[in-house]
């Protein structure tokens, strides 16, 4: 078991592209840390560099107490799993499994019997004896889990395990590996790129953009105080509104004067984003917000209404039993549900 | 063939028929003839031709040149073929490996596939040449005695260095291409699994590389059949003598030189039973490889 | 379980706050180590590539010296001077018995069998492949059969019967006996197959919904579909013709109809004579003549010429 901290980790790529910015952070002993962005920010590349996989650039990386930067990655008791799954396709489904443990000199009788465990965990015994190319998706996704499984590692990461199953099968399989990490109270970095698993596994979330972290919190944390309207539309679905407006003495006005948001300004008086979730307003003819709908979306559940308050994109929702038309209504806030970010920056104020 | 398949008749048929006549009149009809002359003994003028049975085979069997060809036929195969890949295995898992200059190493590597065989024949002359060859030099400096064209294995060696080094490009360019079709995943995976880089060639690159290698087993050994003539003819400077000879440069030399039509063709018969066999193997496990993918 | 060090909002500005107990206790970090694997790797590529260049470097040196120098020493490695007469010779010096080739000749010749065999098979290989792979024929099979057999069997099996059904159609001599034989093999056919064989079923149904005949959908989508393919094949094919030893050797009799890879017979032949002193500066210029074309056609489209090697498996 192990805690996993970057000091000022840094990664260049040859080609002169800076993948990730200095970052530091602390992952503790135990803890599921999600790693989330959108494509390109820098996700897979942290994940390497902590697998060993990638050379580090600048900084230190420790795993546990030692700083791991050039050790090897078979060497940093670590067990990775790919989007791909990444199977060795000449082996059948427990040589797969036992290949670690049979290059760290284990016994026969010992891999068989912690192969057995870990099948028996993952409902894999009838398959041991096949090839990757035999199973399904799912099947094939369970083998490399039980890969990582057996090996008893200090530290999971896993890069995007899902996103080659269906949906149904995708939350199936989140709440199984969230089970898993638990009862095995094994560190875990997991990355990934669609925001409901972030917020579902979470211990803590890390939020990327373009090779920075925009924010490091519990999903609770991002979702009530996103530090950016980056994560804030990045993270909630459907994503936070944000509306351009003028802050000052108490209220902001978006557009005309009759249009304006009471809401603690804390004398950050000036231009402003002002971002309400779709889940924070609701319709009421008493409401002093006039929204324009365009648009109406059934989602099930709930019901989304899309248009324009003040002459911006604006969308609420509502839930699935409340009528809804399109054409003029008005809208109330919820109290504290405005968040004020900077207009040039965009970082919360 | 295509489920939405058209239905016509005639059409396809007028596109077979140039591909059916090239090989019916240059390929079935020579092929033919070969079998049927097989069992006719010509005489030195070619006017009559008597029916002999299975004659020109059994000479065949006891003709000790041509058992002699058979065997130097086998072992140039056999350590062209081993080399020739192997030679080229290790510089492919090289280039794989490293990442600057990966292209230029390969277009280093590759190039000498198009030079022809005689070509490649005529400077493995000039490099081995008795007298004045610059390796006969360096060999005679280390106090080795090199003939080439005098003594056999002298000459072999020649044949067999330079059939070796014509053929590293081809294989070169099949194990970097097989190299590179193995998923960066999987070598990582085995990168966490493994620590010894040996360890993990042996165990996951070899055989993932398997497919490849078998591929390239059977187009090596038709290489060393067939395509080495050119360099076979130039270093003997067509002038075979008592030098080292392989099997399709025996048909050539019985048939055009000594004239014996049934001998040499008996000995293509034999030849192109040899190739079936290896067709069929290609064959099914050329067919075998596309139903994976 | 989810124990937080830094509570709150943490932003990327904040880089260096995190706490760093593990990473001060250790302070020392072993210094970056040289990559001595590296460097072998990079050693063994070398030693490669100069096993392959260094042959070649050194035949390309002698052809700017002196036969006689040579004929003393063997092949050289520097430059010499004499480049401009060797080249001129191999070039443009009439030969042969019957003085009716030099080099320029057999350069076109060289070009006509490489563009010759390169055209015929991809013709008719891709319209044999099309005829096997889209349409419903009963025979398909049979034919399918009948041209793969072919697949393996080079010319060279079959030399001694080929060059008599030549004889018998009066086709020595001529550029058509020269190409026809070698067009006997279904390399190109096969290789059109599996690649027709890749391109979705969708298509066919979407262009027949379309209204496209077969004839249509060959010109208006196979062959555009085709373009690499065909350009892979085009240089693999060429090279292969350009390359072809004994059956020009055998066919070709009269000299204005000699190739260049066929000129270097006449070379060793003059070599094994041992007469005169040989002439192995215009020799060594003649083969690098023979090799250039070629060559500079693989490394200029080499990822055309890799591609169409490694997806036909020949
Ligand atoms: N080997 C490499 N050489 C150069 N640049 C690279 C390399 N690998 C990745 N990059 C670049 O680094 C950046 C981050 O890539 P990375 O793979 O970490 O993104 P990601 O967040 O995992 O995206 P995705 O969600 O699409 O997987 C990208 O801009 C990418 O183009
Ligand atoms: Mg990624």
């Known amino acids: 078991m192990a805690q996993v901290t970057l000091n000022a980790v840094r990664k260049i790529y040859p080609n002169g592209v800076e993948a990730l910015e200095p970052c530091s952070f602390t992952i503790n002993d135990g803890e599921l840390a999600v790693l989330v962005g959108p494509s390109g920010c820098g996700k897979s590349t942290l994940l390497r560099m902590v697998a060993g996989l990638e050379e580090i650039s600048e900084g230190d990386l420790s795993i546990g107490d030692r700083i791991v930067n050039d050790v090897d990655p078979a060497d940093r008791n670590i067990a990775m799993v790919f989007q791909n799954y990444a199977l060795y396709p000449h082996m059948s489904v427990a040589q797969n499994m036992g290949y670690g443990l049979k290059n760290r000199g284990m016994s026969k009788a010992e891999i068989r019997a912690k192969v057995r465990e870990a099948s028996d965990m993952l409902n894999l015994t009838e398959f041991l004896d096949r090839r990757p190319s035999q199973l399904s998706g799912g099947q094939r996704q369970r083998v490399a889990m039980g890969r990582a499984i057996v090996r008893e590692p200090d530290l999971f990461l896993f890069d995007e395990p899902l996103s080659n199953l269906d949906a149904k099968l995708r939350n199936q399989m989140r709440i199984e590996i969230r089970a898993l990490q638990r009862r095995l109270a094994t560190t875990a970095m997991y990355v990934t790129h669609d925001q409901i698993e972030a917020m579902t596994m979470a211990d803590r979330i890390i939020v990327l953009n373009d090779g920075k972290i925009e924010q490091i919190g519990t999903p609770n944390e991002i979702y009530e105080h996103p530090a950016s309207t980056f994560v804030a539309s990045f993270m909630g679905a459907p994503p936070m509104n944000l509306l351009q407006g003028i802050a000052g003495g108490g209220k902001v006005t978006l557009g005309s004067d009759q249009d304006v948001l009471h809401t603690g300004t804390e004398g950050n008086d000036g231009p402003v984003q002002a971002g309400i979730r779709p889940e924070d307003v609701w319709p009421d003819p008493q409401g002093d917000l006039a929204f324009d709908v365009d648009i109406i979306e059934e989602l099930g559940a709930l019901r989304l209404l899309h248009g324009r308050v003040a002459g911006q994109d604006f969308s609420v929702a509502v839930p699935k039993d409340k009528e809804a038309t399109t054409g003029l209504m008005q809208l109330s806030v919820k109290p504290g549900a405005v968040h004020l970010f900077d207009a040039d920056t965009g970082r919360r104020l | ?293 | 379980m989810a124990d937080i060090t830094e509570t709150g909002v943490q932003t990327a500005t904040a880089t260096n706050t995190a706490t760093n107990t593990a990473t001060a206790a250790a302070p020392t970090r072993p210094k970056k180590r040289i990559k001595w694997e590296t460097v072998g790797d990079h050693a063994v590529l070398i030693a490669g590539a100069l096993l392959m260049l260094v042959p070649v470097y050194m035949i390309l040196a002698s052809s700017t010296h002196e036969d006689i120098l040579i004929h003393r020493e063997g092949l050289q490695f520097f430059f010499g001077d004499d480049g401009l007469e060797n080249y001129n010779a191999a070039l443009f010096e009439y030969g042969g018995f019957t003085n009716s080739v030099n080099g320029v000749t057999m350069l076109v010749n060289s070009m006509i069998l490489g563009f010759g065999f390169a055209i015929g098979k991809i013709v008719v290989g891709m319209m044999a492949a099309y005829a096997i792979v889209y349409f419903r024929l009963r025979f398909a099979t049979f034919a399918f059969w009948m041209i793969f057999t072919t697949l393996l069997l080079p010319l060279e099996v079959r030399i001694l019967p080929s060059y008599e059904v030549i004889q018998q159609m009066n086709l020595a001599n001529t550029y058509t006996g020269l190409i026809l034989p070698l067009i006997a093999s279904a390399t190109a056919t096969f290789f059109f197959r599996q690649f027709f064989r890749s391109i979705p079923e969708e298509l066919v149904e979407a262009a027949r919904i379309d209204g496209a005949g077969p004839v249509k959908f060959f010109i208006d989508i196979l062959v555009p579909l085709s373009r690499t393919m065909i350009a892979a094949m085009f240089i693999i094919m060429f090279v292969f013709g350009w390359n072809q030893y004994l059956w020009p050797t055998l066919i070709t009799t009269d000299e204005s109809l000699f190739t260049l890879v066929r000129g270097i017979r006449q070379i060793m032949q003059a070599y094994a004579d041992g007469s005169s002193t040989p002439e192995y500066g215009e020799a060594a210029a003649l083969a690098i003549i023979a090799m250039t074309p070629p060559v500079l056609i693989v490394i200029f489209f080499q990822n055309w010429f890799v591609k169409g090697l490694t997806e036909s498996d020949k």
């Open chain 2, 1 to 293: 063939m295509k489920r939405a398949a058209f239905g016509h008749i005639g059409f396809p048929i007028l596109l077979l028929i140039p591909q059916i006549a090239i090989i019916g009149i240059f390929f079935y009809w020579p092929a033919g003839y070969a079998v049927h002359s097989s069992f006719f003994l010509q005489d030195p003028f070619g006017f009559t031709s008597t029916y002999v049975g299975m004659d020109n085979y059994t000479r065949l069997a006891t003709s000790s040149n041509y058992l002699d060809a058979a065997k130097f036929t086998l072992i140039f195969t056999i350590l062209v073929t081993f080399f020739a890949l192997a030679i080229a295995l290790l510089l492919a898992v090289k280039a794989d490996k490293v990442i600057r200059g990966a292209k230029s190493y390969r277009t280093l590597l590759m190039w000498v596939y198009a030079i022809a065989p005689p070509v490649a024949g005529l400077m493995g002359v000039m490099l081995f040449d008795q007298s004045r060859g610059n390796i006969t030099q360096l060999l005679g400096m280390m106090g080795i005695e090199y003939r080439l064209g005098v003594n056999y294995w002298d000459t072999a060696s020649a044949m067999i260095s330079v059939s070796i080094w014509k053929q590293i490009p081809v294989n070169f360019i099949f194990f970097l291409s097989g190299l590179q079709a193995i998923p960066r995943s999987v070598r990582e995976a085995a990168m966490i699994d493994n620590r010894s880089g040996t360890a993990r060639f042996w165990d996951i690159t070899f055989p993932l590389l398997a497919p490849t290698g078998f591929f390239l087993l059977i187009i090596n050994i038709t290489y060393s059949l067939f395509d080495t003539f050119g360099i076979v003819d130039t270093i003997v400077k067509s002038e075979p003598g008592n030098n080292p000879m392989t099997l399709v440069y025996r048909v050539f030399v019985d048939g055009f030189r000594g004239g014996d039509l049934g001998g040499s063709s008996a000995q293509s018969v034999v030849l192109m039973v040899l190739v079936l066999v290896l067709t069929i193997v290609q064959f099914r496990f050329l067919e075998r490889r596309i139903h994976y993918t």
